[in-house]
């Protein structure tokens, strides 16, 4: 993977000053329900100068990053969950994953969302039509994969991934994804908050908490100003006696290298690498779709590549 420069000094300037990007996992309530909170303000930063995003790309996208880096909370060991949203509003959709070492990386289905006229908020669903959501549980110990899908009710990937929790999984869930930007369009604070009930939980806390998630502060806000997970945690969740049982780096990242592609044409059909290998076009260029790192194949190499193929 490449990682882009993020290489507005306002920027820079900015992430230096606040707090670290981190997930906070904890138990409130008497242990019945399960919540955790995200700063996610570099991860939302790279993932835009990686992908070369405008606004309303960098909140949808953004958005997702942020769900997928709150359900690496629900996994553990080499576990890892995919996110998806297929549409057919002009957003198209997106693809995400994340695992429980808090790596994250995706990619939206269009590369510019088409927009008619000026934005007056920053409803998204105008621009996520009708679709549906696919939540996929890649466990270690499991032989294969699980995966739930639900319609989406809202076009608000936090209350559709609340909803899918409830119908697909009978879990009450609370969920809110928050992106804040400054006047001049650069993402100044971001993060979320994921809370579920616990199986054979105590649900007589569950109207107050709905009551306490609605009455929250915007996050982004929040983490724009220096503030940080477990300051959230134990400020506005303090009459629900809270417990942090774990702590979690996330980053924006993906595995993908040189190397990689390498070996997958190698793996062509001769016929295949043999066209690529007289035709190009020279250089071959690469570009890998979660994280948008190029990766560039001069004539020479290619022609090593299919020797050893």
């Not at 996992?25 to 995200?38: H, K, M, P, S």
């Not at 679709?131 to 294969?144: F, H, V, Y």
């Not at 608000?156 to 929790?165: E, G, Q, S, V, Y």
């Not at 009930?197 to 996050?219: H, I, K, M, Q």
């Amino acid at each position: 993977m490449k990682l882009a420069p993020i290489e507005d000094p306002m920027v820079r300037g900015h992430l230096d000053r606040i707090a670290a990007d981190g997930l906070d996992i904890f138990l409130i309530a008497d242990a019945n329900y399960r919540g955790a909170v995200l700063h996610a303000t570099r991860l939302v930063n790279q993932m835009r100068v990686n992908h070369e995003l405008g606004i309303l790309e960098t909140l949808l996208l953004g958005h997702s990053y942020i769900a997928a880096a709150l359900l690496t909370a629900l996994v553990k060991g080499n576990d890892r969950i995919s996110l998806e949203v297929d549409c057919d509003g002009p957003a198209r959709g997106f693809s995400v994953e994340s695992n429980a070492r808090g790596e994250i990386r995706g990619y939206l289905k269009t590369d510019r969302i088409p927009v008619d006229g000026p934005i007056e908020s920053f409803d998204l669903a105008p621009f996520v039509g009708n679709g549906t959501l696919s939540l996929t549980r890649r466990l270690e110990m499991a032989k294969q994969p699980f995966t739930g899908h639900s319609r989406l009710a809202y076009g608000n990937l936090a209350k559709d991934l609340a909803n899918h929790f409830v119908v697909s999984e009978q879990t009450p869930t609370a969920v809110s994804l928050s992106i804040q930007f400054d006047r001049d369009g650069r993402v100044s604070g971001a993060g979320g908050l994921l809370i579920q009930s616990l199986p054979g939980a105590d649900r007589s806390d569950g109207g107050r908490l709905e009551d306490r998630v609605r009455e929250l502060p915007s996050l982004g806000s929040l983490f724009s100003q220096g503030e940080t997970p477990a300051h959230v945690v134990n400020t506005f969740f303090r009459d629900f006696g809270p417990e942090v049982i774990g702590t979690r780096s996330v980053e924006f990242s993906c595995h993908c290298d040189k190397e990689i592609y390498a070996e997958y044409l190698a793996s062509l059909p001769d016929a295949e690498m043999e066209d690529i290998r007289v035709n190009g076009p020279f250089p071959l260029r690469i570009t890998c779709h979660n994280c948008n790192s190029t990766y560039i194949y001069e004539r020479s190499e290619i022609e090593a590549i299919a020797r050893t193929g």
